[in-house]
């Protein structure tokens, strides 16, 4: 068991790093580490049929790394203080805005699709990060399992669409970068705002909260509004 669960993670790293290096020679959105490793992952996974559980023998413990790594995120956001302080009311607003605009686009998407209400309340907090978006999608009514899926989605379409978009719209301050990243993609926006420095990541990582908080008020609302029975 601990000889796979090490076979597990060490492959995984692997891959992650081998993706890195591709994604340094050529800097392209869509080759994401994040992405391009899961989905070199997924593709080893379905050649060798290897079981979902079997490969989360190891995933477990990769897994546990979120927390601290989640939480590391504390010390830019602390030698950033000054600029949260100074931007307060242009964070709070810009962050929950593109919350609310996520959240009703989404709805919006969904029931003109003709999806079902399980499928609109699984997706209703794919705007927020991952632990969060579960939490509130069972306490909705929703499929963990889909809101998961939802959440992945928005993530690496952000951080892969992401990019273009602050181009053509000719945002270059670190603060409007990091909050439209933060917003819209949460931990994968967050990561790709690495790359724009550490004044980024701070304001990607308040918005990211931000939206978990907000939206775990804003979420039951929502739901009261299109389903007042």
């Given at each position: 068991?601990?000889?796979?669960?090490?076979?597990?993670?060490?492959?995984?790293?692997?891959?992650?790093l081998v993706m890195s290096l591709i994604y340094r020679r050529f800097r392209l959105p869509v080759l994401m580490p994040a992405l391009?490793?899961?989905?070199?992952?997924?593709?080893?996974?379905?050649?060798?049929?290897?079981?979902?559980?079997?490969?989360?023998?190891?995933?477990?413990?990769?897994?546990q790394l979120l927390g601290p790594a989640v939480?590391?995120?504390?010390?830019?956001?602390?030698?950033?203080?000054?600029?949260?302080?100074?931007?307060?009311?242009?964070?709070?607003?810009?962050?929950?805005?593109?919350?609310?605009?996520?959240?009703?686009?989404?709805?919006?998407?969904a029931v003109v699709s003709g999806f079902p209400k399980l499928y609109i309340l699984s997706l209703l907090p794919k705007s927020i990060t991952t632990p969060v978006a579960i939490q509130i999608s069972s306490n909705l009514g929703g499929e963990s399992s889909l809101t998961s899926v939802f959440v992945m989605i928005a993530g690496?379409?952000?951080?892969?669409?992401?990019?273009?978009?602050?181009?053509?719209?000719?945002?270059?301050?670190?603060?409007?970068?990091?909050?439209?990243?933060?917003?819209?993609?949460?931990a994968l926006g967050t990561a790709k705002a690495l790359e724009y420095g550490e004044e980024s990541v701070s304001m990607s990582s308040v918005a990211m909260t931000v939206c978990a908080i907000a939206g775990s008020c804003a979420a039951p609302l929502v739901v009261w509004m299109l389903y007042p029975h």
């Open positions: 068991m601990i000889l796979t669960a090490a076979v597990i993670v060490l492959v995984t790293v692997g891959i992650y391009t490793a899961t989905f070199t992952v997924v593709v080893i996974l379905l050649y060798f049929r290897i079981p979902y559980d079997t490969y989360m023998i190891g995933g477990k413990w990769i897994n939480v590391s995120l504390a010390y830019p956001l602390y030698r950033q203080r000054h600029v949260l302080r100074r931007n307060l009311p242009a964070i709070l607003g810009g962050t929950l805005t593109g919350l609310l605009v996520g959240m009703f686009s989404g709805i919006l998407l690496f379409t952000g951080a892969i669409a992401g990019p273009y978009i602050l181009k053509l719209f000719r945002i270059k301050g670190a603060v409007g970068i990091g909050i439209g990243l933060g917003t819209a993609s949460h």
